[in-house]
């Protein structure tokens, strides 16, 4: 198709870098807008230097861009920019976490109660719980100034390039080897998508001016499945041991993310829909997903190559002493 000139708000970091990149690759005229403190943006982007919290730069919004791809947690930040580039098809990349219902699996768009929308920017470092109120108030910005727009709710984004180190975690693990603590049941169910995938599909979504809200989720998979997967695409032979939730509890290991968790585990019954999202709208509006082995190789390869990647999660002593406690009750 006819090249779109697209401006990424970002573009030097994960998704961002990877819609850009992705655009790039396909002929686009991109032009990346950040403060340059991130890292560098795709070879053959431009770069517009912009602090968010300043006023719109008038090479923006003076120019005629087709597509905006935001990802903002900030409202104000948001309102900001939509005002001064109305015109232009805004994909706006906000969060599962809008979701006041984090219960019910199979949720989609639609089916699911949002949280009330914070419109006043708050330090998540004070308050983690903010961050999905102010996508709900991001999304609402976007409705009411866009000329056009998509609504884009990841899950777990992972992949080359993860700043989080969520999912990094099991790669790491896997690629050493021996008996894996594994959590909770094996029949949980999970989900991610990878970021190549999400940065394409949201290119696409723009260059056609896909309308709507959609989740990006990847497959549904139990926790077996993944694991396997991720076994797999490290090509390692790995011996599960599955803890139960309880134990896992009683042995104080922390859930989803952070230095002594266990990543990908997320409590139940609470969290049963967190990860359980219906992917089945947004593969029918173009998503392609890769295995997740593939992202798992990948995700491998990246981290060997890149000293300074992180990998969130517990070590290794602190594995065999929870794998110890496991092994002891069942003595």
Request: with cysteine; net charge negative.
């Amino acid at each position: 198709m006819a090249g779109v000139k697209l401006l990424v708000l970002g573009g030097s970091v994960f998704l961002s870098r990877a819609v850009a990149a992705d655009a790039l690759a396909r002929g686009h005229d991109v032009t990346c807008a950040n403060r340059g403190s991130s890292g560098p943006v795709p070879d053959g982007a431009a770069l517009v230097r912009w602090d968010r919290a300043d006023p719109v730069p008038a090479e923006l919004s003076e120019a005629a861009y087709d597509a905006v791809v935001d990802v903002a947690r900030r409202p104000s930040w948001v309102r900001a920019a939509v005002a001064a580039l109305p015109d232009a098809h805004w994909m706006f990349v906000s969060t599962v976490n809008v979701y006041a219902d984090e219960t019910t699996p199979g949720g989609r768009p639609g089916t699911l109660p949002l949280r009330e929308p914070l419109h006043e920017d708050v330090d998540l470092t004070q308050d983690p719980e903010a961050y999905g109120p102010m996508k709900v108030a991001c999304e609402q910005a976007v409705r009411a100034g866009a000329a056009s727009w998509t609504v884009v709710r990841p899950g777990l984004i992972v992949g080359p390039g993860d700043p989080t180190g969520r999912f990094t975690y099991w790669p790491a693990r896997m690629a050493q080897g021996g008996e894996v603590l594994a959590p909770g049941r094996p029949e949980d169910h999970t989900q991610v998508i990878d970021v190549r995938d999400l940065a394409a599909w949201v290119v696409t979504a723009a260059e056609t001016r896909t309308a709507g809200d959609y989740d990006g989720v990847g497959e549904v998979l139990t926790m077996a499945e993944v694991l396997a997967q991720v076994a797999s695409g490290c090509d390692t032979a790995v011996d599960l041991t599955w803890v139960p939730q309880d134990v896992l509890t009683a042995q104080g290991v922390e859930p989803w993310s952070g230095p002594g968790s266990l990543p990908l585990w997320l409590p139940r019954p609470e969290y049963d829909g967190m990860c359980a999202h219906d992917p089945a709208p947004s593969v029918a509006a173009g998503l392609r997903l890769r295995p997740v082995a593939e992202t798992a190789r990948d995700t491998l390869a990246w981290l060997r190559a890149t000293p300074q990647a992180v990998a969130t999660g517990m070590n290794r002593d602190r594995e065999a002493e929870v794998l110890d406690a496991w092994h002891s009750l069942r003595r």
